[in-house]
């Protein structure tokens, strides 16, 4: 963890983060799934053009012929998926795997990848390049060359191609073209957020932990979530470029994020923040309110391990409905206290980011491990 600690809720040493160890390599086997498997038929109708269907132990990747990056995406999910597991099984989480392979569908056109959304979602995502679907329980991803995706992104859809979408998939609860997703009920997309848009690293790793989280038993599919639930497990799982992956490693443009927030005074006080499900419009706020998400998450899951396991599993028990703010204000202090109460540790988990931005800025370095918490 950057720059965090465990704090007395976990036994063992305090103050070190969970290590996954990262010496063994992840195996798994490319094989081409067929045209005639079920992900495959599933999905077929909504795709233009050829596909092709690789499964690997964990998960099945639908993608273009011949395209030269799957071998490489095959091996990155595979090993996001071990150290997702290995991170939350050290931290106390008894995760279940996943009771089918996990289906990944690759656009080589924004154009089809917006067509398909629209068709699926009921909503026009156009403005995105990636998403996990609760729906679906799929990830839909842009995997293009930069050239040929600005050339896409020039277009969009038409009325009407969009129309068609609306009236035969679109559910009472679901909106079209909203601005934003967000994490409530009735919204089953976890879009990718802007910071990572323009890395396929990035990218891949946080939808997979979205993706992860809903089939492992720590979400629930249906189920309504706060945004530093939701998206703050999934931004702290965004492997970078550095060879340094790891919660003890930190995700700098998530920490310059919130550290920048934190010393102009941006942050959202806890008790509004701790219930937010929505991400306001504006890019730049937008940005600021994930790299709170990213803290916060970080902060609960290293200082706060059992209160989350708990907080999770109560929420999992849940019948899907509508939740208002009261009600998801009184589950959180339930788990963890008055949001008033975690004001001193937090501000303390703030400060241990501010100086570790300084460090790295002094040092030249983007991403370091940092000392854990005294």
Known sequence: VCSGGYGSERKGTAGTAPRPAKSRTPSYEIRAAGGESIEALAVAPYLDGAFEATATEHFVILHEPGAAYVA??????????????EVFSQAGFDLSPPKERLVWICFPKKSSFSRYAFQVEGMDLSWLDGYYSTLTNRVAVV?????????????????????PGVAKNRSPREGVGSPTPSTAFGDPVLA???????????????????????????QKRGIMYPLWVS?????????????????????????KGLVEAYHAGELVPLRQFVVQTTVPPDARVGRRHYAQAWGFFQFILTERPESLR????????????RRDGNTMLAEFTEAFGSPESLERSWNA???????????????????????PAP
Do not use: W
């Not at 990718?192 to 492992?216: P, Y």
């Not at 570790?356 to 040092?363: E, N």
């Open 72 to 85: 490489g995406a095959c091996l990155l999910l595979e090993y996001a998926y071990d150290y997702f597991y």
């Open 143 to 163: 995997q293009t060359d930069q050239k040929t995706r600005q050339r896409e992104e020039a277009g969009g859809l038409s009325k009407e191609e969009l129309t």
């Open 192 to 218: 990718m957020s802007a910071a990572g848009q323009q890395f396929d690293l990035t990218r891949l790793t946080h939808e997979v932990a979205h993706q992860l989280a809903f089939n492992c038993g720590i």
């Open 231 to 255: 998206e703050g497990l999934a931004t702290n799982f965004e492997f970078g470029a550095s060879a340094d992956i790891g919660l003890e490693y930190c995700n700098a443009a998530r920490c």
């Open 310 to 321: 708990l907080y999770l599993r109560r929420l999992a028990d849940l019948r899907p409905y």
């Open 349 to 371: 988990f703030l400060a241990r980011q501010a100086r570790h931005v300084v460090a790295a800025a002094h040092s030249g370095t983007a991403d370091t491990s940092i000392a």
